[in-house]
């Protein structure tokens, strides 16, 4: 496994951006799939993008595509979430996360940060 750790939530207004970032531990950091889930208040945890290792395939959720960008910097053992185009319907606790596969499922990422609260306000 690897350790996570994510920064970058706060507080920021509709329309605004903000950027994710996720420090990974290890050194096998570029044989990862990462991903960034979130969850709202009341809700269950839901996938919001991932990225293959090479950082040559990528995935969003339809409610983020053209507004989120993930990209990695494997000699930084880093991972980044650029959200632009912020909306209220955003906001959550996001949760950077590892696994081997390229996959949505949130029970097959075995690594797990502790989480970072992205609060948008209308």
């Known amino acids: 496994q690897v350790q996570l750790v994510e920064s970058g939530g706060g507080l920021v207004q509709a329309g605004g951006s903000l950027r994710l970032s996720c420090a990974a531990s290890?050194?096998?950091?570029?044989?990862?799939?990462m991903a960034w889930f979130r969850q709202p208040p009341g809700k269950e945890c839901e996938f919001v993008a991932h990225?293959?290792?090479?950082?040559?395939?990528?995935g969003y959720t339809a409610s983020v595509k053209g507004r989120f960008t993930i990209s990695r910097d494997n000699a930084k053992n880093t991972v980044l979430l650029q959200m632009n185009s912020l909306k209220p319907e955003d906001t959550a606790v996001y949760y950077c996360?590892?696994?081997?596969?390229?996959?949505?499922?949130?029970?097959?990422?075995?690594?797990w940060g502790q989480g970072t609260q992205v609060t948008v306000s209308s």
């Open positions: 996360a590892a696994g081997a596969a390229f996959t949505t499922i949130e029970r097959q990422y075995d690594s």
């Open positions: 290890g050194r096998t950091f570029s044989s990862y799939v």
């Open positions: 990225i293959g290792g090479s950082g040559g395939t990528r």
